[in-house]
């Protein structure tokens, strides 16, 4: 039998070697930190179902306001922002991903050479072809591709995810700024009617005065001037407000400045009774925000690991495969290697004045980073759903209350008429009753639009706001 040769036997060794070390993967696995999360919501119940489960169509409808969140989503310069992001994370996860597999490159060379004397002997002049192909592959012992890919991937899935982020808070900016307008059209619409009754007031008092009977006299005709002017500039305050809030909508638009179409009034706007907030866990599968900071937190862990690989030897396997010939057909029809040469190579680091050891020193501190962030993003989620669940339960409160002294302050206008008309009381009466019935009006539509924007801010902060396939963090298998 023949014995192998003492090359064949340094290659098996360094193949069972490198076999035997494959399954090596330096620096700490990923473990979801334990953050000792609350068991139950400070303003609400923990349920089962939540309303970030609603769609969003269900919860919003308005059928224009359907509208104007399918054009945001279509035309956002922010939402396509982060999807070009995204997309640049999903390439760059493609070219770490090729760091796993060999090299492989091609090359055609032609000489023509001449050797000796001149004028040249015969035979002195040549052709020569060649076809090579090279092969190079780093041997991933301790890990340190496998830990790159894995950084990388984390990466891409927090860009996703912050596309998704900018999707729920896009889609909450145009609810919210629509239910303001909505807000100050009702605003407006007061104010014109109660400039309407005070002018009115105004040409009335004008006329009791210029009778000169003493009934009026010129100091209800100021007070009555005073507050026709007052809801004209309450008029003119609110005019220029709604232009604002309709810039602001048509930026979230995606478009310029512009006419906002209208559609159901703020009464007419829904306002589910049953909000369920979930459970508090929740918050961490649903929220795309939370998702990220893991993610960031995943790459930064996966970091530490490639930064202890890269200081142990690095194995890299060169070789190459090709044909040579003097005549080109020759070359072509050939069907046997000419030439070959293969040159494995061990790179070991000797002296670099500690750089190595100060960038694991470095990865390690932005994993503790991305742990603080993490946590902070966490903690954030949870005051938003808190003020949120704080906010619905006392504004509904408040608008309760809102609604009791609107009604009380227009039996008191009435009353504060009837008493002037039968001369039991001043006019004076009747101004502070139109005042604070002008006041109590823009504080109950006031207090109804901050109730849709609590339930608004809820919604988001609990996720709501994606498509149904976008609730869930893609798998190693679905990236590309």
């Given amino acids: 039998m023949r014995q192998p040769s003492k090359r064949t036997g340094w290659l098996a060794g360094m193949a069972l070697a490198t076999a035997l070390l494959a399954g090596c993967t330096l620096g700490p696995n990923y473990q979801r930190p334990d953050l000792n999360l609350p068991t139950a919501w400070r303003f609400g119940d923990a349920t089962t179902n939540s309303l970030a489960d609603v769609a969003c169509g269900a919860l919003y409808r308005d059928p224009v306001l359907h509208e104007l969140i399918a054009t945001a989503l279509s035309n956002n310069p922010d939402l396509r922002v982060a999807q070009a992001r995204m997309e640049q994370a999903a390439a760059a996860l493609r070219i770490q991903r090729a760091d796993h597999w060999p090299g492989i490159q091609g090359s055609a060379a032609y000489t023509r050479a001449r050797q000796g ?28 591709i496998r830990r790159l890919n894995e950084a990388a991937r984390a990466q891409y899935l927090a860009t996703e995810e912050a596309r998704r982020t900018v999707q729920i808070g ?94 159901l009034s703020l009464a007419e706007q829904w306002q589910p009774e049953d909000l369920p907030a979930g459970l508090p866990a929740d918050v961490l599968l649903r929220r795309p925000d939370v998702r990220a900071a893991e993610q960031s937190l995943i790459a930064a862990n996966a970091n530490i690991g490639a930064a202890r690989a890269a200081c142990f030897p690095a194995i890299s396997l060169t070789g190459a495969l090709g044909l040579q010939s003097a005549e080109l057909d020759d070359l072509l029809t050939t069907s046997i290697s000419k030439a070959w040469n293969f040159q494995p190579q061990i790179t070991a680091p000797i002296f670099n004045a500690g750089k190595l050891r100060a960038n694991v020193r470095r990865a390690q501190a932005q994993q503790r980073e991305a742990l603080a962030t993490y946590e902070k993003t966490v903690q954030t989620a949870f005051r938003d759903v808190a003020d949120a669940l704080a906010g619905i339960r006392f504004l509904r409160e408040q608008l309760a ?22 001369g039991v009381a001043s006019y004076s009466d009747v101004l502070d009753a139109q005042r604070y019935q002008f006041s109590a009006q823009l504080n109950a539509v006031q207090t109804r639009n901050e109730l849709l924007n609590a339930t608004v801010q809820l919604y988001k902060a609990l996720g709501g706001g994606l498509a149904p396939a976008e609730t869930e963090t893609p798998t190693s298998g679905e990236t590309p």
């Fill in 117 to 144: 004397h001149l004028p040249p002997l015969p035979g002195a002049e040549g052709d020569q072809f060649d076809v090579f192909g090279v092969l190079s592959y780093e041997l991933d012992v301790w890990g340190r």
């Fill in 170 to 263: 896009l889609v909450a900016g145009v609810a919210s700024t629509y239910f303001n307008l909505r807000s100050l059209d009702h605003q407006l619409d007061i104010a014109r009617e109660t400039l309407a009754s005070r002018q009115g007031s105004l040409d009335l008092t004008r006329i009791k005065f210029a009778d000169g009977a003493g009934i009026v006299s010129e100091l209800d005709v100021v007070q009555a001037q005073t507050q026709v002017t007052s809801a004209e500039s309450a008029i003119a305050s609110l005019q220029r407000r709604i232009a604002m809030t309709e810039h602001a909508l048509s930026l979230l638009l995606g478009g310029y400045p512009g006419d906002i179409p209208r559609g």
């Fill in 401 to 422: 209350a809102d609604e009791t002294t609107l009604r009380a302050e227009n039996r008191r206008l009435e009353l504060a008429e009837d008493r002037y008309e039968g």
